[in-house]
T-cell receptor
Framework: AQSVSQHNHHVILSEAASLELGCNYS??????LFWYVQYPGQHLQLLLK??????LVKGIKGFEAEFIKSKFSFNLRKPSVQWSDTAEYFC?????????????FGQGTRLTINP | NAGVTQTPKFQVLKTGQSMTLQCAQD?????MYWYRQDPGMGLRLIYY???????DKGEVPNGYNVSRLNKREFSLRLESAAPSQTSVYFC?????????????????FGPGTRLTVL
């Protein structure tokens, strides 16, 4: 069965620091990859997705992620974080199949940005 | 356009009590999902409904039942609540992907229901 692993459970940074959150998945077939963000007290929102093509994908709010197929990785990056980026971040994989699109989520990484 | 709505927002149950979590979407999506979110475990799929009239088990279905009432509504029922079911429950919806069509249809999430079982 496919699985997703996020290496960092809690990351604490200062404003303007660079961010990289790790995500690895296990599945040998074709996948879609996603990063979702959950701001405090809010529901999940899609940050960015990789579907095909350019492995470097750009999302909202200055976030980007790089799909490295040989490493089964999809790390999230941001060159300069802001206090408002404080949130929980989830990596997810969607196995290509017909019909409903089941997402498998990683454990989540809580990001705290100190002003 | 409210998106995905869930009721209630909070609920406290005693062990053995039953309850139903309600979910509705107004985006005319075919597929709907129920997840639970637990600290350190991310979101795990409980049940899903690919289209009206069908339901399937996800990763953690034990102790739950679902009903796809119509295209808009997908409810989750706990027949006899247990403390292990203390969690935050999220409903989501997406478009259905036909066979042979390679595209992703984003899942839209509701605001969640925080359930505590004592």
């Amino acid at each position: 069965a496919q699985s997703v692993s996020q290496h960092n459970h809690h990351v604490i940074l200062s404003e303007a620091a660079s961010l990289e959150l790790g995500c690895n998945y296990s599945y040998g077939g074709t996948v879609n990859l996603f990063w979702y963000v959950q701001y405090p007290g809010q529901h999940l929102q899609l940050l960015l997705k990789y579907f095909s093509g350019d492995p470097l994908v750009k999302g909202i709010k200055g976030f980007e992620a790089e799909f490295i197929k040989s490493k089964f990785s999809f790390n999230l990056r941001k060159p300069s974080v802001q206090w408002s980026d404080t949130a929980e971040y989830f990596c997810a994989v969607n196995v290509i199949n017909q019909g409903a699109q089941k997402l498998v989520f990683g454990q989540g990484t809580r990001l705290t940005i100190n002003p | 356009n409210a998106g995905v709505t869930q009721t209630p927002k909070f609920q406290v149950l005693k062990t053995g009590q039953s309850m139903t979590l309600q979910c509705a979407q107004d985006m005319n999506h075919n597929s709907m999902y129920w997840y639970r979110q637990d600290p350190g475990m991310g979101l795990r799929l409980i049940y899903y409904s690919a289209s009206e009239g069908t339901t399937d088990k996800g990763e953690v279905p034990n102790g739950y039942n679902v009903s796809r009432l119509n295209k808009r509504e997908f409810s989750l029922r706990l027949e006899s609540a247990a403390p292990s079911q203390t969690s935050v429950y999220f409903c989501a919806s997406s478009e259905y992907r036909p066979a042979g069509v390679v595209r992703y249809n984003e899942q839209f999430f509701g605001p969640g229901t925080r359930l505590t079982v004592l």
